[in-house]
Nanobody, 124 residues
Framework: QVQLVESGGGLVQAGGSLRLSCAASGRTFSTYAMAWFRQAPGKEREFVAVISRASTTYYTNAVKGRFTISRDNAKNTVYLQMNSLKLEDTAVYYC??????????????????WGQGTQVTVSS
């Protein structure tokens, strides 16, 4: 069974940067589609970015040009580099996996494995 562990969250000033990491267990990480979602206080969880097993990437409009998702299959890790952070980026960030599937999706229900989340707080 795949397990995901996020790290790298914290408190940062607006305009700053953070890099989130998500370490995955399992010997076939290279076949996983990996995504980041986030949930702000009082709001529903929303899609942020995805990287397919072929390293195709897709971002929600709110983070395009500021966030970059990447993966290191040798380290079984997916990253989310977040630059030019805004107050509205404050949320708990979750990584999610769909092991063994081709392509990618933005809807939560397509992902069957989730991490515990890491808090990102952007201050003014």
């Amino acid at each position: 069974q795949v397990q995901l562990v996020e790290s790298g969250g914290g408190l940062v000033q607006a305009g700053g940067s953070l890099r989130l990491s998500c370490a995955a267990s399992g010997r076939t990480f290279s076949t996983y589609a990996m995504a980041w979602f986030r949930q702000a206080p009082g709001k529903e969880r929303e899609f942020v970015a995805v990287i397919s097993r072929a390293s195709t990437t897709y971002y929600t409009n709110a983070v395009k040009g500021r966030f970059t998702i990447s993966r290191d299959n040798a380290k079984n890790t997916v990253y989310l580099q977040m630059n030019s952070l805004k107050l509205e980026d404050t949320a708990v960030y979750y990584c999610a996996a769909n092991p063994g599937s081709m392509g990618w999706r933005t809807n939560e229900s397509w992902y069957d494995t989730w991490g515990q989340g890491t808090q990102v707080t952007v201050s003014s």
